[in-house]
Structures are given as C-alpha cells and as structure tokens.
C-alpha cells in the first residue's frame, strides 16, 4: 500500500528510489487534484483587480453624486421660491417686465432641469456599480474558497518533491530535464487562462451592453413617436413624453458607456465607439414658445439621436461578433496549453515510473485506484465550469 504524505515524516532513510517508489501513488493523487484547479490563482487575481476598480469608482461617484445632490436641491428651491413669488410676478406685471420674469423662471427651471438629469444618471451608476460589485465579492469568495484548496495542494505537493526529488537526481538527468519541461508548460497555461477568462468577461460585457443599447433605441424611438405626435397638436402631454424617453434613453445609454469602457480594459482590440449625443430640450420652454417650427428643430435633434444609437447597436452588434471569434481562439490556446501542460506531467510521471522499473526491477502500476477514504468526497470544480460562471 502507497504511504500517505502524512506519514511521510516516520519514513526511514533510504536510497531516492526507494523514497520515490513510496510516494508514488501519493504524488498521482495530488497532481491530478491540482490540474483541475491550475487556473484558480490567475483568475482570482484578475477578479480581485477588477474589483478593487469597482470599488475606487464607486467611490468616486458617491462623491460626485454627493455634489450633485447638493446643486439639485439648491436649484429646486431657487426655482420653486421664484415660481411661487406671486407678489414679484404682480409686481413685474405692473411694470410691463413680465417676459423678463418668464425669462427668469425658465431659467431656473432649465438649470433644475439639468441638475435633477445630471443626478438621476449618477444614480442609475451607483445602482449599477453596487450590482456589480455584490457579484464579484461572490464570485471572489468562490474563487477564494478553491484558491486555498489549490494552495494546501501545491504546500503538500512541493513538501513531497522537496523531500524525495529536492536538486538533481544522480544517474537520472531525463527527470530533471522534464520537471523543467512541466514549469515552462505551467507558465504557458497560466497565461492562456489568463487570456481566455479576459475574453470571456469582455464578451459578456458586450452582450449586456448590447441589449442595454438596444433598450436606448427603442426608447429613441418612443421619443421620436411623441415628437411625431407633437408636430401635429400633441401639447404639453407630448412634449412631456419626449423628455421623459429621452431621459431614459440616455440613463441606458450611460450604463452601456460603462460596460463597454470595461470591455475595452479586457480586451484593448475592442472599440473605439461612437459618440452619442442624446437630444435634450425642457418642458416650459415648450409650454410658453411652443410653434411648429421649434417642434420641428427638435423632432431633428430627435432623429438624430435615433440614428447615432442606431449606428452604436450596429458598431457593439459587430464588435461583439468578432469578440465571440477572439474568445474562441483564446479558448483552443488555452485548451492547447492545458494538453501540453497535462503531456508534460505524464510524460514526467512516466519518466519517474521508468526509473522505479529500472532501480527496482518490478514493474510500477499503470493505474492506481482513489484510497478508500477519497472515494466519496466530491470532484473539484473543472476549469470550463469556473470561466461560464464567470
């Protein structure tokens, strides 16, 4: 029976092949526990960095939305104490200035406008980022959880090897030469799984920040429907319509900007993208100049913004496609290197089992059966499973 590595200590001193004979089957054991987990410490690294930008730009933005917050209300209260001040409204009344005092209050109200837009956009951000930021410390936790398991692993593993193969092996220079073969192939699967869980994340930004862009069209098209409507007698109900889908327009639209930028972070051969100006206008203007010709100019600040969203979905529709394609190629890497990377460990396994044969003259088994207590414990996560969830 294979001595176990916990009590490797009360082994006797023998010759190295006697030593690696004895922890044969216990080195099988941890090698081939640690090849499903080989991809865990570089892609809770990346995972851990993306994090940490979550964090530094959620912060950020409390700040700014912090300020924000600040001017919207000073704005609502200079422009509510100027519209309810009957006695200065009389008072310009009487003394022929009151397109002067309507010049005031839309004034006002365009300037609340803007800080109550400027504050609703940041939300939707802090909403966003808090999301985010709530799934990967899941996803951290997870890959934390496996990143120790992997690292008991490799503590047991290198305490064998420093133990039984601890410098070179005399009378045995194919070991040693192919246990360097093993590191250079580990280093090649390190980064292609690097690469790989790159692509991947990046491609899912782009899908979601597809379908985020998408929403931002239709509602472009809403606004575009409502400024139809306007143009032939729709009123304040219409004008009131056209604001509040363009709002939203550019509340998604902001979102999709965020996910993009973050794809580009993963993969710089994405992009660049097309800016997107989302037509603004304000509700009392509206109400007090209202005419089919200042209807008309906006319904072409409409359109326009319709077209350039448009032209975005197109532009993220493709870049997406041809991430799929980079995805895929990073893929078959990454899966070239864990072949080449689990070659080299049987070739090396091999190697070992020859040198038993010879030392010893009895033939090593080609197959060992999981110890007793190991058969119910569950199989580790595999690396395919790991990057979908990610």
Same mark, same amino acid.
């Given at each position: 029976?294979?001595?176990?590595?916990?009590?490797?200590?009360?082994?006797?001193?023998?010759?190295?092949?006697?030593?690696?004979?004895?922890?044969?089957?216990?080195?099988?054991?941890?090698?081939?526990?640690?090849?499903?987990?080989?991809?865990?410490?570089?892609?809770?690294?990346?995972?851990?960095?993306?994090?940490?930008?979550?964090?530094?730009?959620?912060?950020?933005?409390?700040?700014?939305?912090?300020?924000?917050?600040? $001017?919207?209300?000073?704005?609502?209260?200079?422009?509510?104490?100027?519209r309810d001040s009957f006695?200065?409204?009389?008072?310009?009344?009487?003394?022929?200035?009151?397109?002067?005092?309507?010049?005031?209050?839309?004034?006002?109200?365009?300037?609340?406008?803007?800080?109550?837009?400027?504050?609703?956009?940041?939300?939707?951000?802090?909403?966003?980022?808090?999301?985010?930021?709530?799934?990967?410390?899941?996803?951290?936790?997870?890959?934390?959880?496996?990143?120790?398991?992997?690292?008991?692993?490799?503590?047991?593993?290198?305490?064998?090897?420093?133990?039984?193969?601890?410098?070179?092996?005399?009378?045995?220079?194919?070991?040693?030469?192919?246990?360097?073969?093993?590191?250079?192939?580990?280093?090649?699967?390190?980064?292609?799984?690097?690469?790989?869980?790159?692509?991947?994340?990046?491609?899912s930004l782009l899908a979601?920040?597809?379908?985020?862009?998408?929403?931002?069209?239709?509602?472009?098209?809403?606004?575009?429907?409502?400024?139809?409507?306007?143009?032939?007698?729709?009123?304040?109900?219409?004008? $009131?319509?056209?604001?509040?889908?363009?709002?939203?327009?550019?509340?998604?639209?902001?979102?999709?900007?965020?996910?993009?930028?973050?794809?580009?972070?993963?993969?710089?051969?994405?992009?660049?993208?097309?800016?997107?100006?989302?037509?603004?206008?304000?509700?009392?203007?509206?109400?007090?100049?209202?005419?089919?010709?200042?209807?008309?100019?906006?319904?072409?600040?409409?359109?326009?913004?319709?077209?350039?969203?448009?032209?975005?979905?197109?532009?993220?529709?493709?870049?997406?496609?041809?991430?799929?394609?980079?995805?895929?190629?990073?893929?078959?890497?990454?899966?070239?290197?864990?072949?080449?990377?689990?070659?080299?460990?049987?070739?090396?396994?091999?190697?070992?089992?020859?040198?038993?044969?010879?030392?010893?003259?009895?033939?090593?088994?080609?197959?060992?059966?999981?110890?007793?207590?190991?058969?119910?414990?569950?199989?580790?996560?595999?690396?395919?499973?790991?990057?979908?969830?990610?």
């Amino acid at each position: 029976m294979a001595m176990s590595i916990d009590n490797f200590d009360t082994m006797p001193s023998s010759p190295i092949t006697e030593r690696i004979l004895q922890a044969a089957d216990t080195h099988a054991s941890l090698i081939s526990q640690m090849a499903d987990l080989e991809h865990v410490p570089a892609t809770l690294e990346q995972q851990e960095t993306y994090l940490k930008d979550l964090d530094a730009n959620l912060l950020k933005l409390k700040q700014e939305l912090g300020r924000l917050r600040s $001017i919207t209300s000073k704005e609502r209260k200079e422009h509510q104490d100027l519209r309810d001040s009957f006695a200065r409204r009389y008072a310009h009344k009487l003394t022929g200035r009151s397109e002067k005092f309507v010049s005031k209050i839309e004034k006002e109200e365009r300037e609340f406008l803007d800080a109550h837009h400027n504050q609703q956009v940041a939300e939707e951000r802090e909403q966003y980022l808090e999301e985010t930021i709530a799934e990967t410390n899941q996803r951290v936790a997870d890959l934390t959880i496996q990143a120790r398991e992997y690292e008991s692993l490799r503590q047991r593993s290198e305490e064998l090897y420093n133990r039984v193969f601890e410098g070179p092996t005399p009378g045995f220079p194919e070991e040693d030469q192919m246990e360097l073969a093993v590191e250079n192939a580990k280093s090649f699967f390190t980064e292609s799984q690097a690469r790989y869980s790159s692509d991947v994340f990046a491609q899912s930004l782009l899908a979601k920040a597809e379908g985020l862009i998408a929403l931002a069209v239709r509602h472009s098209e809403s606004a575009l429907s409502a400024s139809t409507w306007d143009l032939w007698g729709g009123g304040t109900v219409a004008d $009131i319509l056209e604001r509040d889908s363009l709002s939203k327009a550019q509340a998604t639209l902001s979102q999709a900007q965020m996910l993009l930028a973050q794809a580009v972070d993963r993969q710089n051969a994405i992009g660049p993208f097309e800016n997107v100006t989302v037509a603004s206008g304000h509700v009392l203007g509206d109400v007090i100049f209202d005419n089919p010709f200042s209807d008309y100019q906006f319904r072409e600040k409409i359109k326009k913004t319709h077209f350039q969203l448009r032209a975005l979905h197109r532009q993220v529709k493709n870049e997406a496609q041809t991430q799929k394609l980079r995805t895929l190629d990073s893929k078959n890497n990454q899966g070239d290197a864990k072949a080449q990377l689990t070659s080299a460990r049987s070739e090396l396994e091999q190697i070992r089992r020859e040198v038993f044969e010879r030392v010893t003259g009895v033939p090593c088994s080609v197959g060992t059966p999981p110890a007793y207590d190991a058969m119910g414990s569950p199989p580790p996560l595999s690396v395919q499973g790991v990057v979908q969830a990610l």
